[in-house]
């Protein structure tokens, strides 16, 4: 048997509130260095603190999720502004209880649950193809959003067909 390697790049729409709070951060940090510059030199200081706050925090505003799919296991890695990773979340076959489309009847009984921990990483575009996976760990439930290829799904239907719903 060999070995499947699936690897997918998916890029997340900016919310709205996230491309006004982009803008803001922005526009207070030149607004403080003009400030600086022609009311009071103190005000510099904080155009340098704002720089810095900009330079970390803006980087968190545009995210790409990679998924990589290896023999079962599903790795995701959150990507920030094209330069830095981090593995985010890494699930097994083995505990997942149900793959389906999200719109999916068969996911009702989940979405009514309150105790079920919601993460989201898929595009967030209207038109997207996202699938829900639902994953049990020890005593607790996750509920995973994200946006599978087909090349991945097959594989995860081969591997758990009763688990995994295509439509």
């Given at each position: 048997m060999s070995d499947l390697y699936t690897e997918l790049l998916v890029k997340r729409t900016t919310p709205f509130g996230d491309q006004v709070l982009k803008f803001g951060m922005i526009f207070l940090t030149v607004l403080a260095g003009v400030a600086g510059i022609y009311v009071s030199p103190y005000l510099l200081?904080?155009?340098?603190?704002?720089?810095?706050?900009?330079?970390?925090k803006l980087s968190s505003f545009d995210l790409e999720f990679e998924y990589i799919y290896v023999n079962g296991e599903l790795d995701i890695d959150k990507i920030m502004s094209r330069t830095k990773r981090k593995r985010i979340a890494n699930y097994n076959m083995a505990n997942v209880e149900l793959i389906a489309p999200y719109t999916s009847h068969e996911l009702d009984?989940?979405?009514?649950d309150k105790?079920?921990?919601?993460?989201?990483?898929?595009s967030r575009e209207k038109d997207a193809k996202?699938?829900?996976?639902?994953?049990s760990n020890t005593?607790?439930?996750?509920?995973?959003l994200f946006e599978?290829?087909?090349?991945?799904?097959?594989?995860?239907?081969?591997i758990a067909p009763r688990k995994v719903k295509l439509s």
């Open positions: 200081i904080a155009f340098a603190a704002l720089a810095i706050l900009d330079y970390f009984h989940y979405r009514q105790n079920i921990k919601m993460q989201n990483f898929s996202v699938y829900a996976m639902i994953v005593n607790k439930r996750e509920m995973v599978p290829n087909d090349v991945m799904l097959n594989d995860m239907k081969r």
